[in-house]
């Protein structure tokens, strides 16, 4: 049986998430749109598709990476023609690539990188509302780089993720940077795994010290 690798890119917007489990299970899912056009190109309806790092409601992806296996003869040129064919435009495969038997998408992936933008402007930008997080002055970068080296390390995040059950709450922030000019700033991290939203709650606590900040300056 061949292991298939995919790096993927897609826009989020119209979708909850990569999946959507337990109460409120959504088809409109990234992975779901993914596994129906593979069991139509494999003909093969138990096909697993897996995920390097599980994306939440209306998040984007430059290179996310999954994999499948199949006994599918199709060349690796037909698989990535075909699944780019019949996926909806704001999905693409970029890349595709065989991979050894014991290759997982989740279990192999060495890190993770997010990104956050934020916009500077006095009047939201129509066409990057999708995109970036609207703000109308210019927080104070030094403050929020001050607060984001707090993070870096190892460290147990329990406070910073909604996970109810998780075998350990220890993470490794291995990057973390937040630059910019006065039209927009970036919020980059890069960990060897996330809890569930804990790369959400750590950009509040980020933010969050530019208010506690300005509030203690006046």
Known sequence: ???????????????????RLGKG???????????????????????ELHCGCRTEVGVHAYAQIANFKTNSTLSLVEIKRYLNRY????????????????????????????????????????????YTY??????????????????????????FSTAKKSKSTVRNILNLEVYGDLEEIQITICADDFLHNMARIMICGIVWSVTVNSIYMR
Request: with cysteine; glycine share 2%.
């Open 87 to 130: 996926l909806p435009m704001d999905i693409a495969i970029t890349e595709v690539v065989e991979e050894t038997e014991r290759f997982h998408a989740q279990l192999n992936a060495k890190s993770k990188t997010y990104i956050y933008r934020v916009a500077i402007d006095d009047v939201p930008s129509v066409f990057n509302r999708k």
């Open 134 to 159: 609207h703000c109308f002055k210019t927080p104070d970068v030094k403050v929020m780089q001050q607060a984001a080296l707090s993070f870096v390390g190892k460290h147990d995040f329990k406070n």
């Open 1 to 19: 049986m061949r292991n298939i690798k995919l790096t993927i890119e897609y826009d989020g917007s119209r979708y909850q998430g990569w999946t």
């Open 25 to 47: 299970e959504s088809s409109n899912t990234i992975s779901n749109k993914l596994t129906e056009v593979l069991c139509k190109m494999t003909e093969e309806n138990d096909l």
